[in-house]
């Protein structure tokens, strides 16, 4: 063999060589590669909606769950009858003939028509579409389930079933399963889930077929999400304020419920509310967590920051006094009013009876650099970190202004700079549990599908600012605010030690900077049991008509969540209250002034209702502030009419309401001719 015929020969035998190893690769070593791709041509599928996790409260109780629905599809090219399938679906699916007609004719091998809808529903649909369509076609005359073309698949749909409760905190999805607000979006990643598939097939063409029996995949749920809210709290809450602000006629409000301790949110309500399985029906403004995202100048209740500041900086003591220069005093340029006109009062007196002038002197003996420091540790001006989205951080004016300057003095007392509802019970907590700034979290635990905690909230302890000296003087101090004459007289319960502060802030005007004469911001931050606080509550009403002030409009709210959250958590009341309470009253009340005290004659003591003709109304408030008790004030003046009568039993919660008239004589005279 020649050496030409040699090379032509080990060619071939090389390109035989290649050829056997290419169809092993492919018939042995690639056989699956080529199998996918092949499925990919004649193989594909639909995404459906995913199982988001449920959301819990801290009982356990359902808060947001997934349901099952089912979703109507259709194959246009296996209808005989478009238009009559189109005109027999419409009524049905609430869509109209046309429309589906339109989406028919599409070149689509699949279109959805409905989607999450009752199960029940779907399959009825279903059913007499098909059974209307087998009339028309002789070969399918009397069997329905011959039709091709029409079918459903299960769904998952989002359904809150408390429906407003906690609306606000918890949010909402959209069509497709995202969260769009509250935990539903900040916790989206942990609750959506996987999507699941519906497996279908292509023909020649490429247009999409959907099996009778096509297999719907479906991946793991989303993670459970525990909530540190208690749903029964949380309509104590939400029902208390809403009773507020319907009562005033106010715009809105936010109410909050607060463990200072751990800093965990035990309810967090506003007004008003959505129902999220409809939030398209609520207008934008209702759905917003007015608690974070709305701030507002937080008016007398910042006094509390205030002192404290100069208490833990040691400028005053509990025993200084100040000249309250008998209700004007003229500071930077600028003169300063108190609503009553005050002499000299201590620095627990100035809290008491919430004196503007007060709190400015206090102001003036701090360090203008360490008073900005101490309002930017008690949180002001940062977020908090909520696992909430839309938290804002609020205004805090530069540290420039905390020279001698008027706005030094007006933040003092609340107004110039901006808080939102959940800042201030965050710093509040720091005020009564001792010092420490806890991180306020909603969010108490997270497990995935099999069970395994990937989250667990934690009390976290961000900074100290008060000594816990300091901390014990304030809530002494905050006690006697809810005491006989203070402001906050009705907020104060029955069987219960308790402290906290009014507010009532003017709100600027839009567009012009200037304060509105008549909208205000009327709020109330208290807590309980005096000594060893375990709640804290937090009640702010948005634009009040009538009654403007904190005392008045938000001080009762709190006193009704405070009392009904406290025997639900079996918060034991102080025994000896009652009793103290007769000798203070007693001992405070003037001879002029005919009150019955509270009687010690039983163990529960019995509540009389005092004869309040002829008091004016802050007089009123004080004396009434000892009963718990709903006040209803109506007009100006002095008081002409009650209901109850003098002398009656008062029940605790019971409503009393007291007309007040601008002629004294005339008025009072015509009403102890009833008596």
């Known amino acids: 063999m020649t050496s030409r015929a040699r090379l032509v020969l080990y060619g071939l035998l090389s390109l035989y060589l290649l050829i056997v190893l290419r169809a092993f690769h ?19 599928s639909i995404p459906l909606l995913p199982k988001r996790g449920v959301i819990l409260d801290r009982t356990g109780s359902e808060l947001a769950v997934s349901i099952a629905t089912k979703s109507i599809f259709v194959q246009p090219g296996k209808l005989k009858f478009p238009d009559k399938a189109a005109a027999l679906l419409a009524p049905r699916v609430s869509r109209s003939a046309k429309e589906l007609s339109k989406r028919f004719a599409a070149d689509k091998g699949f279109v959805w028509v409905r989607r999450q809808m009752p199960s029940t529903a779907a399959d009825e649909a279903v059913r007499e579409v098909k059974e ?12 329905a389930s011959a039709i091709d073309g029409i079918g459903t698949v299960e769904e998952p749909k989002r359904f809150y079933p408390n429906r407003e409760l906690a609306s606000s905190l918890i949010g909402f999805t959209n069509l497709d399963s995202e969260g769009m607000e509250g935990i539903e979006l900040s916790l989206n990643k942990y609750l959506h889930g996987e999507r699941a598939v519906l497996m279908c097939e292509r023909d020649a063409h490429g247009r999409l077929i959907v099996p009778a029996s096509s297999p719907v995949e479906f991946n793991s749920n989303g993670h459970a999400v525990t909530l540190t809210i208690d749903r029964n709290i949380q309509h104590i809450a939400e029902s208390e304020l809403d009773a507020a602000v319907e009562k005033y006629h106010a715009r809105g409000g936010a109410a909050l419920v607060l463990a200072p301790k751990s800093g965990e949110i035990l309810a967090m309500a506003n007004s008003p509310s959505f129902n999220p399985n409809a939030p398209g029906d609520a207008p934008v403004g209702a759905r917003r967590d007015r608690a974070i995202t709305d701030c507002f100048e937080p008016g007398s209740t910042f006094k509390v920051f205030t002192m404290a500041s100069a208490l833990e900086m040691g400028a005053v003591g509990a025993s200084d006094r100040f000249f ?7 500071y930077a340029g600028r003169v300063i009013h108190d609503t009553h006109k005050y002499g000299w009062l201590t620095a627990p007196e ?13 102001n003036e003996k701090m360090d203008g650099n360490r008073y900005y420091d101490m309002i930017r540790a008690f949180g002001f001006g940062s977020r908090e970190g909520v696992e909430l989205p839309g938290e804002i951080s609020g205004i805090v004016p530069s540290r420039d202004a905390f020279g001698k300057h008027i706005r ?27 010092g420490r700034v806890m991180k306020p979290y909603v969010v108490r635990e997270i497990r995935d599908p099999k069970g395994k905690t990937v989250y667990s909230g934690q009390p976290k302890e961000l900074r100290r600012v008060l000594s816990p000296k300091t901390s014990a003087r304030m809530r002494e101090i905050l006690g006697k605010v809810v005491e006989e004459d203070g402001t906050g007289t009705q907020a104060r319960i029955r069987g219960f030690l308790v402290g906290g502060k009014t507010g009532t802030a003017q709100k600027v005007e839009p567009g012009t900077g ?8 009327a709020s109330f931050i208290g807590f309980l049991p005096l000594e060893d606080p375990e709640l804290l509550i937090l009640v702010v009403v948005d634009e009040p008509r009538g009654q403007v002030y904190g005392g008045v409009v938000a001080a009762p709210a709190f006193n009704q969540i405070a009392v009904k959250t406290a025997y639900y958590l079996g918060i034991q009341p102080t025994e000896a209250v009652a009793s103290a309470l007769s000798h203070r009253i007693e001992a405070v009340a003037p001879a002029a002034v005919r009150v019955t005290p509270v009687s010690t004659a039983s163990p529960a003591g019995v509540m009389i209702m005092p004869d309040l003709a002829g008091l004016s109304m802050g007089r009123a408030v004080d004396i009434m502030g000892r009963y718990s008790v709903k006040l209803s004030l109506k007009g100006s003046g002095v008081a002409c009419a009650q209901t109850p009568a003098p002398g009656a039993v008062l029940v ?5 309401s007291v007309v007040f008239a601008a002629e004294p004589q005339l008025r009072l005279s015509a009403n102890k001719e009833k008596r």
């Open 26 to 44: 492919i018939q042995v070593l690639g056989v699956k590669g080529i199998r996918e791709r092949g499925a990919k041509q004649y193989c594909t």
């Open 132 to 143: 209307a369509l087998a009339e028309l076609d002789p070969e399918t005359r009397g069997k």
């Open 324 to 330: 309250c220069e008998n209700g004007a005093y003229r």
């Open 350 to 362: 100035i809290l008491k009876y919430s004196s503007n002038i007060g709190i400015t002197k206090i």
């Open 408 to 434: 030094r003095a007006t933040v003092s007392f609340g107004q110039g700079i901006s808080v939102t509802a959940l800042q201030l019970a965050a710093a509040m907590g720091a005020i009564v549990n001792g």
């Open 514 to 521: 200037k304060y509105s004469p008549t909208r205000r911001t």
């Open 652 to 656: 605790p919660g019971e409503e009393c």
